[in-house]
């Protein structure tokens, strides 16, 4: 399986500043044959079921704010909240779909306030 | 379209459970459906998956053999039995679509094994 490795576990941001979040795979999840990485990014608040947030590790999932963003090709990702709001405090997590019949997730980055 | 899941379900250990997800407002698409386990305070966790329109599945090596993922196209729900239980299956189990990634989900269904 592929592993996904998240960094780091938990993360305070003040209000209005940039939150950065990393994800690496032990192996790519870059499909050559049609340049796409095979990469998501979720966000799970408490008590709620997790939210598509990104996929194609760069695409923003439909009514996302523009706030989100990420980036990174092959084996590392990263998951950009520009300006941190309340309503962003949530645990993040990262995905690869890749490898098929075993997707894998990150362990989770806690973001708080 | 929403995903609408069975209730909680509360089992002993060497039992089985079937948790189902239906479609709200529509059918199941083209779109395969996953099954993804939570326990508590912990990450999330891929189990399988089944284009039911196809009934084709696919299980994650882990689950192989105590698991069956099925479909019912003619009442338009999908099924998770997970068999052999233990209290480390304790868990929120959800069902969710994947068509540009896992985007929609089910509200999740808790299923607690205790003696």
């Known amino acids: 399986d592929i592993v996904m490795t998240q960094s780091p576990d938990s993360l305070a941001v003040s209000l209005g500043e940039r939150a950065t979040i990393n994800c690496k795979s032990s192996?790519?999840?870059?499909?050559?044959?049609?340049?796409?990485?095979?990469l998501a990014w979720l966000q799970q608040k408490p008590g709620q079921p997790p939210k598509l947030l990104i996929y194609?590790?760069?695409t923003r999932e439909s009514g996302v704010p523009d706030r989100f963003s990420g980036s990174g090709s092959g084996t590392d990702f990263t998951l950009t909240i520009s300006s941190l709001q309340a309503e962003d405090v949530a645990v993040y997590y990262c995905?690869?779909?890749?490898?098929?019949?075993?997707?894998?997730f990150g362990q989770g980055t806690k973001l708080e306030i | 379209v929403q995903l609408v899941q069975s209730g909680a379900e509360v089992r002993k250990p060497g039992s089985s459970v079937k948790v189902s997800c239906k479609p709200s407002?529509?059918?199941?698409?083209?779109?395969?459906l996953s099954w993804v386990r939570q326990a508590p305070g912990q990450g999330l966790e891929w189990m399988g998956r089944?284009?039911?329109?196809?009934?084709?599945?696919d299980y994650a090596q882990k689950f192989q053999g105590r698991v069956t993922i099925s479909a019912d196209t003619s009442t338009n729900t999908a099924y998770m039995e997970l068999g052999s239980l233990r209290s480390e299956d304790t868990a929120v189990y959800y069902c969710?679509?994947?068509?540009?990634?896992?985007?929609?989900w089910g509200q999740g269904t808790k299923v607690t094994v205790s003696s």
């Open positions: 192996q790519s999840v870059l499909n050559s044959s049609n340049n796409k990485n095979y």
């Open positions: 995905h690869q779909y890749y490898s098929t019949p075993s997707y894998t």
């Open positions: 089944i284009i039911p329109l196809l009934g084709v599945s």
């Open positions: 194609w590790a760069s």
């Open positions: 969710a679509t994947f068509g540009n990634g896992l985007d929609i």
């Open positions: 407002g529509g059918t199941f698409s083209s779109y395969a």
